[in-house]
């Protein structure tokens, strides 16, 4: 990134279409010719991953997986694997909002009818497929497997025999169970694929993709069943502590992520060898890659497992540098450090030596006393400037309903923001103006949206979080030209 630059933020599942969801063909090409309209450099989305518990993308059951609900159904008709009838049963009529629960009720048993048609004309790809990533593709389908087995009850709650990997089990399972696995493979294959034909258009078009690593897991996912020396368990393989952030000025409580943590004197014994690994996917599947909660790397919150609340958490020391120089010397793999939060003075040495660009971002720029370092004079050349992320509110929704009066005023006297222009726009010129080499604005502060577009508000859960989608008539020529023109403005 040595040339001044912008993109936009949108989540794949933010995507217009008529299935339900945002997915892997029409919508996806015609969003990066919108972005090659309006002169931009980068996409960033969210994780990719199967979303989990809350329908987070932040809770998968999978580090290296993809969603099959963003699977295009229309490219698998086209390849005759679904009908046209079949087709039609699969759309829904709100542009607005993703409903995760009628999806994960329908979008299954209809790619389950694919699965009937292509598992024999797929055969000899599906075999290919499962040797090539079989660092993670078998235990992630047995796991599938087994959890549809066992009525999609989390980890936790399965029989002894199948949650601690009984050998004799094991190999029963895999018997019993080979024709789901194979079509779990088959959705991965399908979704490898699609998302590799997306990422190929985008980089026709001049366009690259910034992706997103989550640092920690969910309980209730393949790495911690199938690898459980990665993680601080018990012997019942229950997390002995958990993840999360201790209290501060946005929560009394601190949030309690429940997040298995490392056991990172294994992952240091084996050279991170697992970090390498995933390293490596995330080379395959992005340009660039945003590193969530970078800050873990230097200490991280360890919350005793049963606690109620984050804060009987305390502070341990995590692999620093060990980790970090592991990801950087994978082949292709360019980084992002996620540094927003409390940090300390050694949080902040360590991000600094790092050499990764940091974050700045517009909504907690404006106090209207002190000087920020987010506010765009102050942002240093190597940091990226966002208007906001998915976990902030909308700029508009800042402005009008969240800013105090003084940060109101200042930000509109900062701005210079005017209505007829509408507040998006200005908070845009605000961050493509700064020195930053990149500049990012989620697609909701491009259309002046409010609240109701928000993505996510973390530490709640709700249909609201992880469901809003842009409308395919947003994406217009009237929006693309104007961002091409502050684009060119500011020389991105």
Not at 90 to 103: E, G, H, Q, S
Not at 168 to 193: D, G, H, K, S, V
Not at 234 to 239: A, H, K
Not at 347 to 357: D, E, K, N, R, T
């Amino acid at each position: 990134m040595q040339a001044r630059a912008s993109g936009i933020l949108l989540p794949v599942f933010s995507l217009p279409g008529p299935y339900g969801i945002g997915s892997l063909g029409k919508s996806a090409r015609q969003f990066i010719n919108f972005l090659s309209d309006g002169k931009q450099k980068f996409w960033q989305i969210l994780p990719l991953v199967p979303p989990g518990g809350g329908d987070s993308p932040y809770m998968s059951p999978s580090s290296f997986a993809g969603n099959p609900l963003l699977l295009d159904l229309e490219l698998l008709q086209e390849e005759g694997l679904l009908t046209q009838d079949e087709l039609n049963s699969a759309r829904w009529n709100n542009p607005d909002r993703v409903d995760y629960a009628w999806l994960h009720q329908t979008r299954l048993p209809l790619l389950r009818k694919a699965w009937d048609r292509g598992r024999e004309v797929y055969a000899p790809l599906l075999d290919k497929f499962l040797e090539d990533e079989a660092d993670w593709l078998p235990d992630y389908a047995l796991f599938m497997a087994l959890r549809d087995r066992f009525g999609g009850k989390p980890l936790a709650e399965w029989p002894d025999e199948a949650r601690l990997r009984r050998p004799e089990a094991m190999e029963r399972y895999r018997t019993e169970l080979a024709e789901e696995c194979r079509f779990q493979a088959f959705l991965q294959l399908l979704f490898f694929r699609q998302w590799t034909a997306i990422k190929a258009y985008a980089n026709s078009k001049g366009i690259s993709i910034i992706g997103d690593l989550p640092i920690y897991v969910s309980p209730d996912s393949a790495e911690v069943w199938s690898e459980p020396e990665l993680f601080q368990l018990g012997e019942d393989m229950t997390p002995s502590a958990v993840a999360g952030v201790p209290p501060d000025a946005f929560s009394d409580l601190g949030q309690h992520w429940g997040n298995p943590l490392y056991d990172w004197a294994y992952h240091k014994k084996t050279g991170f060898a697992w970090w390498k690994r995933r390293g490596t996917h995330m080379a395959r599947l992005y340009d660039v890659v945003r590193i969530d909660h970078f800050r873990a790397f230097h200490t991280y919150w360890s919350i005793p497992s049963g606690a109620p609340d984050a804060r009987a958490g305390h502070w341990e020391q995590g692999p620093g540098n060990a980790l970090l120089d592991t990801l950087k010397n994978v082949s292709g793999l360019a980084l992002i450090a996620e540094d927003l939060g409390a940090l300390d003075a050694d949080a902040l040495a360590f991000i600094a030596q790092s050499g990764l660009p940091g974050m700045k971002v517009l909504v907690y720029a404006f106090d209207p006393v002190g000087e920020s370092s987010y506010l765009p004079h102050n942002c240093p050349r190597d940091a990226v400037v966002y208007t906001g992320t998915h976990d902030t509110p909308t700029f508009v929704q800042w402005l009008l309903s969240e800013a105090s009066p003084a940060e109101r005023d200042y930000a509109f006297d900062y701005l210079r923001l005017r209505e007829d222009e509408g507040f998006g726009w200005g908070a845009v010129c605000g961050a493509w103006m700064s020195p930053c080499r990149l500049a990012i604005a989620p697609m909701q502060d491009l259309l002046g949206l409010g609240g109701d577009a928000r993505v996510n508000a973390p530490g709640t859960t709700g249909p609201h979080n992880w469901s809003w989608r842009v409308r395919g008539e947003a994406l217009n020529p009237s929006v693309s030209g104007k961002l091409a023109r502050i684009t060119r403005t500011y020389r991105r």
